[in-house]
């Protein structure tokens, strides 16, 4: 997954016709770290998305318009528009994360 550094470069990739999935995350989030460890197989299964990930603390006004309260969090976004938000709360799991992909079908 390429890092987004920039608000510029999350404008630009939010704003694709093509699906996108933007994974907010932060480096001392266990919960993220987690993640981390069954993510990569998600992505393969799931290439019809281009997989970002972002820093939340880096970007908090970012995470605030999108209503990023908890982390890990996936949005998908396409057309500058987020679509779809799979809170932090329910992306513990493997299971949970192929569920919320399997709804945005």
């Not at 990739?13 to 770290?33: G, L, M, T, Y």
């Not at 976004?77 to 799979?86: I, R, S, Y």
Request: net charge negative; aromatic share 10%.
């Amino acid at each position: 997954m390429e890092a987004i550094k920039s608000n510029e470069q999350f404008e630009e990739i939010i704003s694709s016709n093509e699906p996108v999935i933007v994974k907010f995350e932060a480096d001392w989030c266990p919960d993220c770290k987690r993640m981390d460890m069954f993510i990569g197989d998600i992505v393969e299964a799931n290439k019809q998305y281009t997989w970002f990930e972002m820093d939340r603390d880096q970007f908090p006004e970012i995470a605030e318009k999108y209503s990023v309260m908890g982390i890990p969090s996936l949005l998908i976004f396409q057309n500058g528009e987020k679509t779809a938000h799979l809170h932090s709360a329910k992306a513990k799991s493997p299971e949970q994360v192929n569920e919320f992909l399997d709804s945005v079908k």
